[in-house]
């Protein structure tokens, strides 16, 4: 594996965590999706830093990757990653929540700033996903990509099942799912809200192939995301909801939470250290 | 290229609207080589088997799972197609309400949505597959074209319009096979442009899909009475033409008629449409009254609703003589 990359990776997945923490601190007494976005932050840095193409000054060109956020709630990570590839400047990031601002608490569709769909309200990626995959196929582009990102909570929703029949059903080999498998939902622990796992299981029972990863070694993300498959392929990244921050880690108050000053001094001190 | 000869209409009409709209779909690749079109385990249904023969490829069944269909289609629209997706009216508007609201509201990608069997046509399968709220929900999301065609004629002719739309619409299907015709011959039609069939200075009749010909027939009668009849086909619910509402304002009554609910459709477009004017005549609303009925056949449903020709001029009767 290049060295190199990893490296890019990591101090990419730095970077972004600050950047979270302080898009969470500008968005004031609203707070914001905190615990989910630090989550997925490696995931962010894997796919953008080191798995997809783009083209930052052809965001929509067609040999693209795409890659479709549907846990939205989680769009700081994703915000964070484009800033790194220079989609977007840190002005715009501080303008998070802020009235008349084009960076929404969940995305909204703007390709030319690297975002293809609107999303937020949860269950709807996937299905995105397989039409893009299969408009790609129909268009004879056997180069792109397309990647969703799902919470694991987001799975309890009965739409993502249905489009995942229909990936395998067309043998959508372009599609790559990552989920987020951080183990909590607004209300506690997945397992007391509604039982998702195993989720492997659950994937490969539905015609995918399906591995299981640490959703925060960038090294481990790289490599599976780097297999080629001949059918969909879920990654069940292993993570930790708030991870970085010692006193969000696994607290479910975070997945929506406002900092104090202190806690943002105490955050932004651990995620640089 | 397909011909709006006498021979064609009837055809057409004997099929119904699901079976126009499947021929009318064979036209479309010629039209936009982008088409595709899903279905939710409804080839049949749908009047596509000829188009699964012809155009293999540009078929996808996406099963039991109308959700997923509508996304599917967005993903499709976005990548520069233009995907047409049919169902029963009923689950396209409220199975998939929240992938309609986002996709082809909010993201305004080019879904043409077929729902089929809108109304009473299917009443006897009783009121899960019924469908007279889709255009109360359909009108409700922004950006969405809502097209209603009086007959098979003119299903197939919003069909072919639907494809040259670049943003989404919702196309809604009433009838059963032998739909009667208000078209016998080739016509214009336009997107948003309503159609006055009949001339009449008393009382103006707004009528959309399958209540287009029962209004004509109402007409007929009340002329009979001595009662001069306008008849508007609106056969684009949203954006409503609005010059063909203010031409109704010169009648000493408005009467809206559709198979469809008197809450939030047709009838409910034009009175917001009228609310802010200062000189209006009443407004008769006909459609379903709000409830869910005793499964039925269609003619039977018809009748339990007021909605043949001869009760809707009976309605128009009893208003006018409370107006004097």
Redesign the interface.
């Known amino acids: 594996m290049d060295q190199n990359i990893i490296k890019k990776c990591l101090a990419a997945s730095k970077e972004m965590r600050k950047d979270v923490i302080r898009m969470t601190y500008n968005a004031g007494n609203n707070g914001a999706h905190v615990g989910g976005a630090l989550s997925m932050i490696e995931i962010m840095a894997a796919l953008y830093l080191g798995v997809m193409k783009f083209n930052i000054q052809n965001p929509t060109d067609e040999a693209r990757d795409r890659f479709i956020l549907s846990k939205g709630h989680g769009v700081m990570a994703q915000y964070a990653a484009l800033k790194q590839i220079g989609m977007i400047t840190d002005d715009e990031l501080m303008t998070f929540k802020k009235n008349e601002t084009f960076l929404y608490a969940h995305p909204s569709m703007n390709p030319e700033k690297g975002i293809e769909f609107s999303s937020g309200s949860l269950g709807q990626g996937l299905s995105l996903g397989v039409g893009t995959a299969l408009a790609l196929k129909r268009k004879g582009n056997e180069t792109s990509g397309v990647f969703v990102l799902l919470g694991d909570g987001e799975c309890n929703e009965g739409s993502v099942w249905e489009a995942a029949m229909s990936a395998s059903h067309y043998k959508l080999s372009n599609l790559t799912v990552i989920i987020d498998e951080n183990r909590l939902q607004y209300d506690g622990p997945t397992d007391d809200i509604l039982s998702i796992e195993p989720l492997v299981y659950k994937w490969n029972s539905f015609g995918w192939d399906a591995v299981s990863v640490d959703g925060h070694s960038v090294e481990q993300l790289l490599e599976a995301l780097s297999v080629k498959k001949d059918k969909p392929y879920a990654v069940i990244a292993r993570t930790v909801k708030g991870k970085g921050v010692s006193f969000m880690e696994n607290n479910p108050y975070w997945h929506n939470g406002r900092l104090s000053q202190q806690q943002y001094e105490q955050a932004m001190a651990e995620v640089t250290a | 290229m397909i011909d709006f000869t006498p021979s064609n209409i009837r055809m057409w009409s004997r099929l119904g609207s699901c079976g126009a709209f499947g021929l009318a779909a064979l036209e479309l690749p010629a039209i936009d080589d982008k088409v ?1 079109i899903l279905t939710s385990d409804l080839t049949f249904f749908s009047g596509l088997e000829r188009f699964k023969s012809a155009f293999p ?1 540009r078929l ?1 069944n ?2 039991i ?1 109308e ?2 269909m ?12 233009t ?1 047409f997706a049919t169902t029963y009216a009923a689950f396209a508007s409220l199975r998939s309400a ?2 309609v ?3 082809m509201g ?2 305004k990608l080019g879904i043409k949505l077929v729902g089929l069997t809108a109304g009473l046509s299917v009443g006897i399968l009783g009121a899960t597959h019924m469908s007279f709220e889709d255009i109360a929900v359909m009108r409700a999301i922004p950006n969405i074209v809502v097209l209603s065609p009086a007959d098979c004629a003119e299903t197939v002719k919003a069909t072919l319009a639907a494809a040259k739309i670049k943003g989404p619409v919702y196309l809604r299907l009433t009838g059963a096979m032998n739909n009667p015709s208000v078209y016998k011959e080739d016509y214009a039609f336009e997107v948003g442009k309503a159609v006055t069939l009949r001339d009449g200075s008393d009382v103006a009749v707004i009528a959309t899909g399958t209540m287009v010909y029962h209004s004509l027939q109402a007409a007929e009668l009340l002329a009979q009475q001595g009662v001069s009849c306008r008849v508007v086909n609106m056969h684009t619910i949203k954006p409503l033409d609005m010059e063909a509402v203010n031409a109704a304002r010169g009648a000493k009554l408005i009467v809206t008629v559709e198979e469809h609910g008197v809450i939030g459709g047709l009838g409910s477009a034009v009175s917001e449409a009228l609310a802010g004017q200062a000189h209006r005549p009443p407004q008769l609303m006909i459609g379903m009254s709000d409830c869910y009925c005793h499964a039925a056949d269609y003619p039977y449903l018809l009748e339990q609703y007021g909605l043949t020709g001869k009760q809707i001029a009976e309605k128009v009767l009893i208003s006018l003589e409370r107006k004097q």
């Open positions: 595709v490829d996808y996406l099963g799972a959700q997923n509508v996304g599917v289609a967005a993903g499709f629209a976005k990548e520069g197609f995907p929240d992938q609201k986002v996709n909010y993201m």
